[in-house]
Protein backbone atom coordinates (compact mmCIF):
# COMPACT_ATOMS: atom_id res chain seq x y z
CA UNK A 1 0.00 0.00 0.00
CA UNK A 2 1.45 3.49 -0.87
CA UNK A 3 1.98 6.11 1.71
CA UNK A 4 -0.07 8.90 1.12
CA UNK A 5 1.05 10.40 3.75
CA UNK A 6 4.00 11.66 1.27
CA UNK A 7 1.24 13.56 -0.09
CA UNK A 8 0.52 16.66 1.42
CA UNK A 9 -1.83 19.61 0.19
CA UNK A 10 1.43 21.85 -1.42
CA UNK A 11 1.81 18.46 -3.78
CA UNK A 12 -2.12 18.56 -4.72
CA UNK A 13 -1.84 22.57 -5.54
CA UNK A 14 0.80 21.54 -7.95
CA UNK A 15 0.23 19.86 -11.16
CA UNK A 16 0.60 15.99 -12.24
CA UNK A 17 3.10 15.28 -14.77
CA UNK A 18 2.57 12.05 -16.48
CA UNK A 19 6.15 10.60 -18.82
CA UNK A 20 5.19 8.20 -21.54
CA UNK A 21 7.93 7.17 -23.99
CA UNK A 22 8.61 4.28 -26.25
CA UNK A 23 11.91 3.01 -27.29
CA UNK A 24 11.04 2.74 -31.39
CA UNK A 25 8.47 3.30 -33.57
CA UNK A 26 7.80 -0.54 -34.36
CA UNK A 27 7.13 -0.46 -29.91
CA UNK A 28 4.73 2.36 -29.98
CA UNK A 29 2.70 -0.21 -32.88
CA UNK A 30 3.27 -3.35 -31.62
CA UNK A 31 3.62 -2.92 -28.11
CA UNK A 32 0.49 -1.09 -27.54
CA UNK A 33 0.18 -2.77 -23.91
CA UNK A 34 3.10 -1.06 -22.80
CA UNK A 35 1.57 1.96 -24.34
CA UNK A 36 -2.18 1.31 -22.45
CA UNK A 37 -0.30 0.81 -18.69
CA UNK A 38 1.51 3.71 -18.85
CA UNK A 39 -1.38 6.53 -19.48
CA UNK A 40 -3.22 4.10 -17.09
CA UNK A 41 -1.14 5.81 -14.42
CA UNK A 42 -3.05 8.78 -14.72
CA UNK A 43 -5.94 7.20 -12.29
CA UNK A 44 -3.79 6.58 -10.04
CA UNK A 45 -2.65 10.47 -9.87
CA UNK A 46 -6.68 10.75 -9.68
CA UNK A 47 -7.06 8.56 -6.70
CA UNK A 48 -4.54 10.35 -5.02
CA UNK A 49 -6.20 13.60 -4.86
CA UNK A 50 -4.95 15.28 -8.02
CA UNK A 51 -8.27 16.71 -10.08
CA UNK A 52 -8.42 15.93 -13.85
CA UNK A 53 -7.86 18.99 -15.02
CA UNK A 54 -4.28 19.11 -12.88
CA UNK A 55 -2.94 16.05 -14.74
CA UNK A 56 -0.86 16.88 -17.87
CA UNK A 57 0.29 14.10 -19.87
CA UNK A 58 3.74 14.62 -22.00
CA UNK A 59 4.01 11.80 -25.05
CA UNK A 60 5.98 13.65 -27.00
CA UNK A 61 8.66 11.46 -27.01
CA UNK A 62 6.69 8.21 -28.52
CA UNK A 63 9.62 6.51 -30.58
CA UNK A 64 12.44 8.10 -29.12
CA UNK A 65 15.25 6.06 -27.19
CA UNK A 66 15.99 7.62 -23.40
CA UNK A 67 20.00 6.67 -23.71
CA UNK A 68 20.13 10.60 -24.09
CA UNK A 69 17.91 13.97 -23.19
CA UNK A 70 19.47 16.13 -25.98
CA UNK A 71 16.55 15.13 -28.59
CA UNK A 72 13.78 14.37 -26.56
CA UNK A 73 11.76 17.39 -26.10
CA UNK A 74 8.99 16.10 -23.58
CA UNK A 75 11.52 15.15 -20.78
CA UNK A 76 13.37 18.15 -21.20
CA UNK A 77 9.97 20.12 -21.04
CA UNK A 78 9.46 17.69 -17.86
CA UNK A 79 12.41 18.76 -15.99
CA UNK A 80 11.89 22.81 -16.91
CA UNK A 81 8.28 21.81 -15.40
CA UNK A 82 10.05 20.27 -12.18
CA UNK A 83 12.65 22.82 -12.08
CA UNK A 84 10.48 26.04 -12.15
CA UNK A 85 8.01 24.33 -9.09
CA UNK A 86 5.10 23.86 -11.20
CA UNK A 87 5.18 19.63 -10.36
CA UNK A 88 3.81 18.26 -7.24
CA UNK A 89 4.12 15.09 -8.86
CA UNK A 90 6.31 13.27 -11.57
CA UNK A 91 4.65 9.77 -12.89
CA UNK A 92 6.29 7.50 -15.18
CA UNK A 93 5.54 3.28 -15.60
CA UNK A 94 9.40 2.54 -14.58
CA UNK A 95 12.51 4.56 -14.43
CA UNK A 96 14.03 3.13 -17.57
CA UNK A 97 10.56 5.22 -19.59
CA UNK A 98 11.93 8.58 -17.74
CA UNK A 99 15.61 7.77 -18.35
CA UNK A 100 18.12 4.91 -19.61
CA UNK A 101 21.62 7.56 -18.47
CA UNK A 102 22.48 7.79 -15.15
CA UNK A 103 23.14 11.51 -15.83
CA UNK A 104 19.97 12.44 -16.72
CA UNK A 105 18.28 10.47 -14.24
CA UNK A 106 20.10 11.85 -11.13
CA UNK A 107 19.88 15.20 -12.38
CA UNK A 108 16.04 14.56 -12.25
CA UNK A 109 16.59 13.59 -8.67
CA UNK A 110 18.26 16.53 -7.45
CA UNK A 111 15.63 19.11 -9.20
CA UNK A 112 12.53 16.92 -7.60
CA UNK A 113 14.56 17.15 -4.28
CA UNK A 114 15.16 20.80 -4.38
CA UNK A 115 11.89 21.64 -5.48
CA UNK A 116 9.95 18.60 -3.00
CA UNK A 117 8.45 16.86 -6.41
CA UNK A 118 7.18 13.59 -5.94
CA UNK A 119 8.26 10.62 -7.95
CA UNK A 120 5.55 8.14 -9.50
CA UNK A 121 6.40 4.75 -11.09
CA UNK A 122 3.97 1.17 -10.76
CA UNK A 123 6.05 0.09 -7.32
CA UNK A 124 4.89 2.97 -5.71
CA UNK A 125 5.68 6.85 -4.50
CA UNK A 126 8.94 8.22 -3.61
CA UNK A 127 10.09 11.44 -2.09
CA UNK A 128 13.37 12.26 -3.56
CA UNK A 129 14.03 14.40 -0.84
CA UNK A 130 14.30 11.53 1.72
CA UNK A 131 17.44 9.72 1.77
CA UNK A 132 16.11 6.44 1.70
CA UNK A 133 13.72 6.80 -0.97
CA UNK A 134 16.63 8.62 -2.90
CA UNK A 135 18.75 5.77 -2.56
CA UNK A 136 16.17 2.97 -3.98
CA UNK A 137 15.53 5.43 -6.73
CA UNK A 138 19.29 5.64 -7.49
CA UNK A 139 19.76 1.68 -7.75
CA UNK A 140 16.48 1.76 -9.89
CA UNK A 141 17.90 4.34 -12.17
CA UNK A 142 21.62 2.42 -11.94
CA UNK A 143 20.05 -0.71 -12.81
CA UNK A 144 17.46 0.84 -15.74
CA UNK A 145 21.09 1.97 -17.50
CA UNK A 146 23.20 -1.75 -17.02
CA UNK A 147 19.76 -3.22 -18.69
CA UNK A 148 20.32 -1.02 -21.46
CA UNK A 149 23.80 -2.00 -21.37
CA UNK A 150 23.07 -5.65 -21.76
CA UNK A 151 20.64 -5.69 -24.40
CA UNK A 152 22.64 -3.92 -26.50
CA UNK A 153 25.52 -6.03 -25.04
CA UNK A 154 23.19 -9.42 -26.95
CA UNK A 155 22.25 -7.84 -30.07
CA UNK A 156 25.65 -6.55 -31.25
CA UNK A 157 26.92 -9.81 -30.08
CA UNK A 158 24.35 -11.59 -32.66
CA UNK A 159 25.87 -8.73 -35.26
CA UNK A 160 29.46 -9.25 -34.56
CA UNK A 161 29.56 -12.79 -35.50
CA UNK A 162 27.31 -12.64 -38.57
CA UNK A 163 29.81 -9.82 -40.03
CA UNK A 164 32.70 -12.11 -39.27
CA UNK A 165 30.72 -14.36 -41.42
CA UNK A 166 30.52 -11.68 -43.70
CA UNK A 167 26.77 -12.35 -43.90
CA UNK A 168 25.22 -8.97 -42.34
CA UNK A 169 23.95 -6.96 -44.58
CA UNK A 170 25.05 -2.80 -44.41
CA UNK A 171 23.92 -0.37 -46.66
CA UNK A 172 25.90 -0.71 -50.39
CA UNK A 173 27.16 1.90 -52.16
CA UNK A 174 25.91 3.41 -55.44
CA UNK A 175 26.97 0.43 -58.27
CA UNK A 176 26.46 -2.65 -55.82
CA UNK A 177 22.67 -4.13 -55.05
CA UNK A 178 21.27 -6.91 -53.02
CA UNK A 179 19.76 -9.77 -55.25
CA UNK A 180 17.07 -12.29 -54.62
CA UNK A 181 19.52 -14.65 -52.79
CA UNK A 182 20.96 -11.80 -50.44
CA UNK A 183 24.05 -12.08 -52.73
CA UNK A 184 26.02 -9.07 -53.48
CA UNK A 185 26.07 -7.98 -57.02
CA UNK A 186 26.62 -5.36 -59.91
CA UNK A 187 23.87 -3.20 -60.11
CA UNK A 188 21.80 -4.30 -63.10
CA UNK A 189 21.30 -0.89 -64.79
CA UNK A 190 24.29 -0.94 -67.59
CA UNK A 191 24.43 2.95 -67.16
CA UNK A 192 24.83 2.70 -63.58
CA UNK A 193 27.57 0.16 -63.90
CA UNK A 194 29.61 2.17 -67.04
CA UNK A 195 29.29 5.46 -64.87
CA UNK A 196 30.89 3.84 -62.17
CA UNK A 197 33.60 2.25 -64.14
CA UNK A 198 34.22 5.68 -65.52
CA UNK A 199 34.73 7.25 -62.38
CA UNK A 200 37.80 4.85 -61.86
CA UNK A 201 39.17 5.04 -65.02
CA UNK A 202 39.11 8.61 -65.48
CA UNK A 203 40.84 8.87 -61.82
CA UNK A 204 43.35 6.69 -63.11
CA UNK A 205 43.94 8.73 -66.41
CA UNK A 206 43.72 12.74 -64.72
CA UNK A 207 45.23 11.23 -60.95
CA UNK A 208 42.55 13.97 -59.38
CA UNK A 209 39.34 13.63 -58.10
CA UNK A 210 38.68 17.51 -59.10
CA UNK A 211 40.01 16.64 -62.52
CA UNK A 212 37.41 13.28 -62.67
CA UNK A 213 34.69 15.82 -61.38
CA UNK A 214 35.85 17.92 -64.66
CA UNK A 215 36.04 15.14 -67.21
CA UNK A 216 32.10 14.42 -66.15
CA UNK A 217 31.22 18.07 -66.61
CA UNK A 218 33.43 18.20 -69.58
CA UNK A 219 31.03 15.88 -71.53
CA UNK A 220 27.76 16.76 -69.76
CA UNK A 221 27.59 13.38 -67.47
CA UNK A 222 25.57 12.84 -64.90
CA UNK A 223 25.86 9.97 -61.94
CA UNK A 224 23.45 8.08 -59.74
CA UNK A 225 22.71 8.84 -56.51
CA UNK A 226 20.46 7.16 -53.68
CA UNK A 227 20.44 3.64 -55.72
CA UNK A 228 19.53 1.02 -53.02
CA UNK A 229 18.31 -2.22 -53.24
CA UNK A 230 14.45 -2.14 -53.50
CA UNK A 231 14.27 1.15 -55.39
CA UNK A 232 13.14 0.96 -59.42
CA UNK A 233 15.24 4.07 -60.12
CA UNK A 234 17.97 6.29 -59.18
CA UNK A 235 17.93 9.91 -59.19
CA UNK A 236 20.83 11.40 -61.41
CA UNK A 237 22.67 14.50 -61.02
CA UNK A 238 26.02 16.04 -61.28
CA UNK A 239 28.97 14.02 -60.14
CA UNK A 240 30.50 15.90 -56.86
CA UNK A 241 34.38 15.66 -55.27
CA UNK A 242 32.95 13.89 -52.29
CA UNK A 243 31.58 11.26 -54.28
CA UNK A 244 34.53 10.41 -56.10
CA UNK A 245 36.65 10.67 -52.55
CA UNK A 246 33.93 8.18 -51.30
CA UNK A 247 34.38 5.64 -53.86
CA UNK A 248 38.05 5.46 -54.11
CA UNK A 249 38.29 5.02 -49.82
CA UNK A 250 35.32 2.09 -50.02
CA UNK A 251 36.68 -1.48 -50.94
CA UNK A 252 33.56 -2.14 -51.50
CA UNK A 253 34.08 -1.71 -55.00
CA UNK A 254 37.25 -3.97 -55.06
CA UNK A 255 34.74 -6.72 -53.93
CA UNK A 256 35.86 -7.08 -50.07
CA UNK A 257 32.83 -7.39 -47.46
CA UNK A 258 34.13 -4.62 -44.69
CA UNK A 259 33.12 -4.32 -41.44
CA UNK A 260 33.84 -1.98 -38.75
CA UNK A 261 35.46 0.98 -40.99
CA UNK A 262 33.90 3.92 -39.07
CA UNK A 263 33.38 4.21 -35.43
CA UNK A 264 30.38 6.66 -33.83
CA UNK A 265 30.65 8.98 -30.79
CA UNK A 266 28.41 10.41 -28.78
CA UNK A 267 28.79 14.14 -28.47
CA UNK A 268 27.95 16.54 -25.17
CA UNK A 269 25.34 17.74 -27.70
CA UNK A 270 23.88 14.93 -28.20
CA UNK A 271 24.90 14.49 -31.64
CA UNK A 272 27.19 11.54 -33.50
CA UNK A 273 30.49 11.71 -34.40
CA UNK A 274 32.28 9.31 -37.19
CA UNK A 275 36.03 8.37 -36.77
CA UNK A 276 37.06 6.59 -39.54
CA UNK A 277 39.21 3.48 -37.90
CA UNK A 278 42.39 2.34 -39.62
CA UNK A 279 42.51 -0.76 -41.54
CA UNK A 280 44.30 -2.83 -39.04
CA UNK A 281 41.48 -1.99 -36.74
CA UNK A 282 38.81 -3.39 -38.49
CA UNK A 283 36.51 -5.97 -37.10
CA UNK A 284 36.05 -7.61 -40.76
CA UNK A 285 37.89 -7.62 -43.86
CA UNK A 286 37.22 -10.18 -46.70
CA UNK A 287 38.74 -9.67 -49.87
CA UNK A 288 37.35 -11.38 -53.13
CA UNK A 289 33.85 -11.92 -50.89
CA UNK A 290 31.35 -10.54 -54.19
CA UNK A 291 31.85 -8.82 -57.18
CA UNK A 292 33.90 -5.67 -58.15
CA UNK A 293 34.58 -2.83 -60.22
CA UNK A 294 38.04 -2.71 -59.76
CA UNK A 295 40.78 -5.02 -58.28
CA UNK A 296 42.29 -4.96 -54.86
CA UNK A 297 45.80 -4.00 -56.50
CA UNK A 298 43.87 -0.87 -57.96
CA UNK A 299 42.60 0.05 -54.75
CA UNK A 300 44.98 0.01 -53.28
CA UNK A 301 47.03 1.66 -55.94
CA UNK A 302 44.06 4.48 -55.39
CA UNK A 303 44.81 4.95 -51.71
CA UNK A 304 48.76 5.60 -52.49
CA UNK A 305 47.87 8.28 -54.31
CA UNK A 306 45.47 10.24 -52.24
CA UNK A 307 48.19 9.95 -49.35
CA UNK A 308 50.32 11.62 -52.04
CA UNK A 309 48.09 14.25 -52.62
CA UNK A 310 47.64 15.00 -48.74
CA UNK A 311 51.24 15.24 -48.64
CA UNK A 312 51.08 18.02 -51.39
CA UNK A 313 49.51 20.07 -48.80
CA UNK A 314 51.21 18.44 -45.69
CA UNK A 315 54.49 20.20 -44.20
CA UNK A 316 56.52 18.39 -46.74
CA UNK A 317 54.66 18.66 -49.47
CA UNK A 318 55.80 15.25 -51.40
CA UNK A 319 54.92 15.28 -54.60
CA UNK A 320 51.28 15.79 -55.40
CA UNK A 321 49.34 15.99 -58.71
CA UNK A 322 50.13 18.26 -61.35
CA UNK A 323 48.43 21.53 -61.32
CA UNK A 324 48.08 24.86 -63.76
CA UNK A 325 51.22 26.93 -63.07
CA UNK A 326 54.95 26.77 -65.00
CA UNK A 327 56.78 25.58 -62.57
CA UNK A 328 57.73 22.20 -64.02
CA UNK A 329 59.73 20.54 -60.61
CA UNK A 330 56.06 21.36 -58.73
CA UNK A 331 56.11 18.94 -55.44
CA UNK A 332 59.95 17.42 -56.56
CA UNK A 333 62.51 19.55 -55.80
CA UNK A 334 64.63 19.17 -52.70
CA UNK A 335 66.89 21.38 -50.72
CA UNK A 336 70.44 20.33 -50.99
CA UNK A 337 71.38 22.02 -47.72
CA UNK A 338 68.79 21.39 -45.42
CA UNK A 339 67.31 18.47 -46.76
CA UNK A 340 63.58 19.85 -47.04
CA UNK A 341 61.33 19.99 -49.36
CA UNK A 342 61.45 23.26 -51.84
CA UNK A 343 57.75 25.39 -52.41
CA UNK A 344 57.43 27.04 -55.24
CA UNK A 345 56.44 31.04 -55.86
CA UNK A 346 56.14 32.71 -58.87
CA UNK A 347 57.25 35.95 -60.40
CA UNK A 348 55.94 38.19 -63.05
CA UNK A 349 58.22 38.89 -65.78
CA UNK A 350 56.04 41.00 -68.04
CA UNK A 351 53.25 39.03 -69.25
CA UNK A 352 54.85 35.13 -68.17
CA UNK A 353 55.53 34.00 -65.01
CA UNK A 354 58.85 32.82 -63.46
CA UNK A 355 59.00 30.00 -60.79
CA UNK A 356 61.06 30.22 -58.02
CA UNK A 357 61.91 27.09 -55.99
CA UNK A 358 62.32 28.57 -52.32
CA UNK A 359 63.47 26.42 -49.47
CA UNK A 360 61.53 28.42 -46.33
CA UNK A 361 60.25 25.31 -44.12
CA UNK A 362 62.87 26.41 -41.19
CA UNK A 363 61.78 30.04 -41.53
CA UNK A 364 58.03 29.00 -41.16
CA UNK A 365 58.85 27.14 -38.51
CA UNK A 366 60.93 29.22 -36.17
CA UNK A 367 61.71 32.20 -37.85
CA UNK A 368 65.59 30.83 -39.48
CA UNK A 369 66.34 32.81 -42.45
CA UNK A 370 65.82 31.21 -45.79
CA UNK A 371 68.02 28.38 -46.50
CA UNK A 372 67.69 29.32 -50.40
CA UNK A 373 65.92 30.98 -52.88
CA UNK A 374 66.15 29.34 -57.12
CA UNK A 375 65.23 30.83 -60.26
CA UNK A 376 63.39 27.75 -61.96
CA UNK A 377 63.11 28.78 -65.68
CA UNK A 378 67.16 27.62 -66.30
CA UNK A 379 66.34 24.40 -64.16
CA UNK A 380 63.03 24.26 -65.58
CA UNK A 381 65.03 24.01 -69.33
CA UNK A 382 67.57 22.05 -68.74
CA UNK A 383 65.34 19.26 -66.83
CA UNK A 384 63.09 19.66 -69.61
CA UNK A 385 65.70 18.77 -72.21
CA UNK A 386 66.96 15.70 -70.23
CA UNK A 387 63.37 14.49 -70.21
CA UNK A 388 63.32 15.20 -74.17
CA UNK A 389 66.77 13.23 -74.79
CA UNK A 390 65.24 10.41 -72.62
CA UNK A 391 62.15 10.37 -73.95
CA UNK A 392 62.85 10.79 -77.85
CA UNK A 393 63.61 6.77 -78.64
CA UNK A 394 60.25 5.67 -76.77
CA UNK A 395 58.02 8.15 -78.94
CA UNK A 396 56.37 6.25 -81.49
CA UNK A 397 55.22 3.83 -78.67
CA UNK A 398 53.56 7.19 -77.14
CA UNK A 399 51.91 8.11 -80.17
CA UNK A 400 50.02 5.24 -80.60
CA UNK A 401 48.81 4.79 -77.01
CA UNK A 402 47.60 8.19 -76.91
CA UNK A 403 45.88 8.26 -80.27
CA UNK A 404 43.84 5.05 -78.72
CA UNK A 405 43.44 6.84 -75.26
CA UNK A 406 41.71 9.63 -76.97
CA UNK A 407 39.52 7.68 -79.03
CA UNK A 408 38.67 5.55 -75.90
CA UNK A 409 37.59 8.24 -74.09
CA UNK A 410 35.73 9.89 -76.71
CA UNK A 411 33.94 6.22 -77.00
CA UNK A 412 33.46 5.90 -73.58
CA UNK A 413 31.76 9.22 -72.70
CA UNK A 414 29.21 8.82 -76.32
CA UNK A 415 28.00 5.60 -74.83
CA UNK A 416 26.99 7.02 -71.44
CA UNK A 417 25.49 10.28 -73.13
CA UNK A 418 23.72 7.90 -75.47
CA UNK A 419 21.94 5.88 -72.20
CA UNK A 420 21.48 9.05 -70.79
CA UNK A 421 18.82 9.54 -73.82
CA UNK A 422 17.85 6.27 -73.92
CA UNK A 423 16.96 6.64 -70.40
CA UNK A 424 14.96 9.80 -70.87
CA UNK A 425 13.29 8.16 -73.75
CA UNK A 426 12.23 5.63 -71.51
CA UNK A 427 10.56 7.58 -69.04
CA UNK A 428 8.90 9.40 -71.34
CA UNK A 429 7.02 6.46 -72.69
CA UNK A 430 6.01 5.92 -68.90
CA UNK A 431 4.62 9.24 -68.61
CA UNK A 432 2.68 8.35 -71.94
CA UNK A 433 1.52 5.15 -70.64
CA UNK A 434 0.11 6.51 -67.50
CA UNK A 435 -1.69 9.65 -69.23
CA UNK A 436 -3.29 6.80 -71.83
CA UNK A 437 -4.48 4.53 -68.88
CA UNK A 438 -5.92 7.72 -66.80
CA UNK A 439 -10.04 8.00 -67.33
CA UNK A 440 -10.14 10.86 -69.46
CA UNK A 441 -13.29 11.58 -67.88
CA UNK A 442 -11.03 12.26 -64.46
CA UNK A 443 -9.64 15.95 -65.57
CA UNK A 444 -7.84 16.24 -62.34
CA UNK A 445 -6.10 13.60 -62.89
CA UNK A 446 -5.33 13.91 -66.41
CA UNK A 447 -4.05 17.10 -66.60
CA UNK A 448 -1.48 15.99 -63.99
CA UNK A 449 -0.22 13.12 -65.91
CA UNK A 450 -0.04 15.28 -69.23
CA UNK A 451 1.79 18.12 -67.20
CA UNK A 452 4.05 15.34 -66.49
CA UNK A 453 4.14 13.60 -69.88
CA UNK A 454 5.12 16.84 -71.40
CA UNK A 455 8.06 17.55 -69.01
CA UNK A 456 9.46 13.96 -69.55
CA UNK A 457 9.30 15.03 -73.69
CA UNK A 458 10.75 18.50 -72.93
CA UNK A 459 13.41 16.79 -71.19
CA UNK A 460 14.14 14.07 -73.96
CA UNK A 461 14.52 16.83 -76.38
CA UNK A 462 16.97 18.52 -74.20
CA UNK A 463 18.76 15.44 -73.88
CA UNK A 464 19.16 14.44 -77.73
CA UNK A 465 20.21 17.77 -78.19
CA UNK A 466 23.12 17.88 -75.66
CA UNK A 467 23.96 14.55 -77.27
CA UNK A 468 24.23 15.86 -80.93
CA UNK A 469 26.09 18.53 -79.72
CA UNK A 470 28.52 17.31 -78.27
CA UNK A 471 29.11 14.26 -81.12
CA UNK A 472 29.78 16.92 -83.78
CA UNK A 473 32.42 18.18 -81.47
CA UNK A 474 33.32 14.85 -80.60
CA UNK A 475 33.76 14.36 -84.96
CA UNK A 476 35.62 17.33 -85.47
CA UNK A 477 37.91 16.52 -82.79
CA UNK A 478 38.85 13.15 -84.17
CA UNK A 479 38.67 14.50 -87.50
CA UNK A 480 41.54 13.61 -90.27
CA UNK A 481 43.80 17.00 -89.94
CA UNK A 482 43.73 16.38 -86.23
CA UNK A 483 44.49 12.48 -86.11
CA UNK A 484 47.47 13.66 -88.62
CA UNK A 485 48.69 16.49 -86.37
CA UNK A 486 48.39 14.14 -83.34
CA UNK A 487 50.31 11.50 -84.74
CA UNK A 488 53.37 14.09 -86.47
CA UNK A 489 53.35 15.68 -82.98
CA UNK A 490 53.67 12.44 -81.25
CA UNK A 491 56.56 11.04 -83.57
CA UNK A 492 58.52 14.18 -82.61
CA UNK A 493 58.66 14.35 -78.63
CA UNK A 494 60.41 17.46 -78.77
CA UNK A 495 58.07 19.51 -80.87
CA UNK A 496 55.13 17.79 -78.47
CA UNK A 497 56.91 18.47 -76.03
CA UNK A 498 57.39 22.44 -76.78
CA UNK A 499 54.44 22.76 -78.39
CA UNK A 500 52.32 25.59 -77.15
CA UNK A 501 49.47 23.93 -76.74
CA UNK A 502 51.23 21.35 -74.58
CA UNK A 503 49.88 22.33 -70.92
CA UNK A 504 52.30 22.60 -68.03
CA UNK A 505 49.63 19.93 -66.27
CA UNK A 506 50.18 17.64 -69.23
CA UNK A 507 54.34 18.15 -69.06
CA UNK A 508 54.43 17.93 -65.46
CA UNK A 509 52.48 13.96 -65.82
CA UNK A 510 55.13 13.20 -68.33
CA UNK A 511 57.87 14.25 -66.17
CA UNK A 512 56.69 12.09 -63.25
CA UNK A 513 56.85 8.86 -65.53
CA UNK A 514 60.55 9.36 -65.46
CA UNK A 515 61.88 11.32 -62.42
CA UNK A 516 61.22 10.97 -58.39
CA UNK A 517 62.99 14.20 -57.34
CA UNK A 518 65.53 17.03 -57.87
CA UNK A 519 68.24 18.27 -55.34
CA UNK A 520 69.28 21.69 -55.90
CA UNK A 521 72.43 23.82 -54.69
CA UNK A 522 73.08 27.37 -55.47
CA UNK A 523 76.71 27.90 -55.67
CA UNK A 524 78.71 30.00 -57.97
CA UNK A 525 75.94 28.16 -60.41
CA UNK A 526 73.38 25.92 -59.53
CA UNK A 527 73.88 22.01 -59.45
CA UNK A 528 71.15 19.87 -60.44
CA UNK A 529 71.15 16.00 -58.72
CA UNK A 530 67.84 14.06 -60.50
CA UNK A 531 66.77 10.75 -59.56
CA UNK A 532 64.99 8.73 -61.97
CA UNK A 533 62.41 6.54 -60.84
CA UNK A 534 64.28 3.11 -59.97
CA UNK A 535 67.33 4.90 -58.64
CA UNK A 536 69.38 6.10 -61.46
CA UNK A 537 70.95 9.45 -61.15
CA UNK A 538 72.53 11.97 -63.69
CA UNK A 539 74.35 15.54 -62.57
CA UNK A 540 73.45 19.30 -64.06
CA UNK A 541 75.05 22.07 -64.30
CA UNK A 542 73.05 25.73 -64.64
CA UNK A 543 74.90 28.95 -64.83
CA UNK A 544 73.22 31.59 -62.54
CA UNK A 545 70.36 33.79 -63.74
CA UNK A 546 71.02 36.94 -65.03
CA UNK A 547 70.52 40.40 -63.69
CA UNK A 548 68.20 42.91 -64.80
CA UNK A 549 71.17 44.93 -65.48
CA UNK A 550 72.79 42.38 -67.00
CA UNK A 551 70.09 41.78 -69.29
CA UNK A 552 69.19 44.78 -71.00
CA UNK A 553 73.14 45.23 -70.84
CA UNK A 554 74.07 46.05 -74.75
CA UNK A 555 75.63 43.38 -76.09
CA UNK A 556 79.59 43.54 -76.67
CA UNK A 557 79.71 43.28 -80.19
CA UNK A 558 77.58 46.15 -80.82
CA UNK A 559 79.33 48.48 -78.50
CA UNK A 560 82.75 47.50 -80.60
CA UNK A 561 80.95 48.81 -84.04
CA UNK A 562 79.38 51.99 -81.89
CA UNK A 563 83.17 52.58 -81.25
CA UNK A 564 84.20 52.23 -85.06
CA UNK A 565 81.34 54.36 -86.26
CA UNK A 566 82.13 57.50 -84.05
CA UNK A 567 85.74 57.56 -85.04
CA UNK A 568 84.21 58.95 -88.55
CA UNK A 569 80.59 59.64 -88.41
CA UNK A 570 78.49 62.26 -86.14
CA UNK A 571 76.08 60.37 -83.05
CA UNK A 572 72.79 61.25 -85.23
CA UNK A 573 74.71 59.67 -88.58
CA UNK A 574 75.74 56.65 -86.07
CA UNK A 575 72.24 56.07 -84.98
CA UNK A 576 70.91 55.98 -88.95
CA UNK A 577 73.74 53.07 -89.52
CA UNK A 578 72.71 51.14 -86.36
CA UNK A 579 69.14 51.28 -87.53
CA UNK A 580 70.00 50.71 -90.60
CA UNK A 581 71.78 47.06 -89.85
CA UNK A 582 69.15 46.07 -87.66
CA UNK A 583 70.82 46.34 -84.14
CA UNK A 584 69.33 46.98 -81.00
CA UNK A 585 69.89 48.10 -77.43
CA UNK A 586 69.96 45.49 -74.91
CA UNK A 587 66.33 46.39 -74.44
CA UNK A 588 65.67 45.45 -77.74
CA UNK A 589 64.94 48.84 -78.96
CA UNK A 590 65.72 51.02 -81.77
CA UNK A 591 68.66 53.34 -81.17
CA UNK A 592 68.20 56.77 -80.48
CA UNK A 593 70.15 59.92 -80.13
CA UNK A 594 69.14 59.50 -76.06
CA UNK A 595 70.35 56.02 -76.04
CA UNK A 596 73.55 56.26 -77.43
CA UNK A 597 74.30 59.09 -75.32
CA UNK A 598 73.64 57.15 -72.20
CA UNK A 599 75.30 54.44 -73.48
CA UNK A 600 78.54 56.75 -74.10
CA UNK A 601 78.28 58.25 -70.62
CA UNK A 602 77.35 54.75 -68.65
CA UNK A 603 81.33 53.53 -70.47
CA UNK A 604 82.32 56.46 -70.31
CA UNK A 605 83.27 56.66 -74.01
CA UNK A 606 83.91 59.68 -75.93
CA UNK A 607 81.95 61.31 -78.65
CA UNK A 608 82.93 62.29 -82.34
CA UNK A 609 83.37 66.09 -80.62
CA UNK A 610 85.94 64.82 -78.52
CA UNK A 611 87.48 62.09 -80.75
CA UNK A 612 88.05 64.89 -83.43
CA UNK A 613 89.69 67.16 -80.47
CA UNK A 614 92.05 64.41 -80.16
CA UNK A 615 93.28 63.80 -83.80
CA UNK A 616 93.89 68.06 -83.43
CA UNK A 617 90.89 69.52 -85.12
CA UNK A 618 89.82 72.53 -83.90
CA UNK A 619 86.12 74.19 -83.54
CA UNK A 620 85.09 77.74 -85.58
CA UNK A 621 85.83 79.41 -83.10
CA UNK A 622 88.69 77.96 -81.71
CA UNK A 623 90.58 78.58 -85.19
CA UNK A 624 89.09 82.38 -85.38
CA UNK A 625 90.41 83.19 -82.47
CA UNK A 626 93.88 81.54 -83.35
CA UNK A 627 94.10 83.46 -86.07
CA UNK A 628 92.99 86.17 -85.24
CA UNK A 629 90.00 86.67 -87.63
CA UNK A 630 86.58 86.15 -86.91
CA UNK A 631 84.28 83.25 -87.22
CA UNK A 632 82.45 84.07 -89.81
CA UNK A 633 85.69 84.57 -91.77
CA UNK A 634 86.59 80.77 -90.47
CA UNK A 635 83.21 79.98 -92.44
CA UNK A 636 83.36 81.54 -95.55
CA UNK A 637 86.82 79.50 -96.35
CA UNK A 638 85.68 76.31 -95.70
CA UNK A 639 82.51 77.02 -97.89
CA UNK A 640 85.49 78.01 -100.61
CA UNK A 641 87.42 75.11 -99.81
CA UNK A 642 89.74 76.29 -98.11
CA UNK A 643 89.31 74.34 -95.28
CA UNK A 644 87.85 70.74 -94.77
CA UNK A 645 85.52 70.80 -91.95
CA UNK A 646 83.99 67.63 -89.65
CA UNK A 647 80.40 68.40 -88.79
CA UNK A 648 79.65 67.64 -85.30
CA UNK A 649 75.65 68.23 -84.61
CA UNK A 650 73.21 70.86 -85.64
CA UNK A 651 73.71 72.77 -82.42
CA UNK A 652 77.19 72.22 -82.04
CA UNK A 653 78.72 73.47 -85.32
CA UNK A 654 81.61 72.27 -87.17
Not at 331 to 342: D, E, I, S, T
Request: aromatic content about 6%; some cysteine.
Amino acid sequence: MENQNKVTAGHLKRDAYLYVRQSTLRQVMENAESTKRQYALKERAIAMGWPVEQVEVIDRDLGLSGTSAVPREGFQKLVAEVGLGHAGIVMGLEVSRLARNSSDWHRLLEICAMTDTLILDEDGLYDPANFNDRLLLGLKGTMSEAEIHFLRARMRGGLLNKARRGELHNRLPVGLVYDGQGRVVLDPDKQIQDSVRLVFTAYARTGTAHGTVKHFRANGLLFPKGRESGQDGAHWGPLAVRQVLSMLRNPRYAGAYVFGRVRSRQQPDGSTKKIVIPREEWLTLIRDAHAGYIGWEEYENNLRRLRECALAHGADRHHGPPREGPALLQGRVVCGRCGNRMSVRYARRGVRLVPQYICNRLYMEDGSPVCQTICGAGVDAAVGKLVVETMSPMAVDVSLAVQQEIQAQMEEADRLRQQQVERARYEADCARRRYMHVDPANRLVADSLEAEWNQKLRALSEEQDRYERQRARDREALGEEHRRRLLQLTRDFPALWSDPQTSDRDRKRMLALLIEDVTLVRDSEILAQVRFRGGATTRLTVPLPLNAWQIRKTPDDVLSQIDELLDHHSERQTVDILNQRGLRTGAGDPFTLTSLRWILYARGAQTHKHRLHHAGLLTAKELARKLGVCETTINTWRCKGVLHGYRCEKNKGW
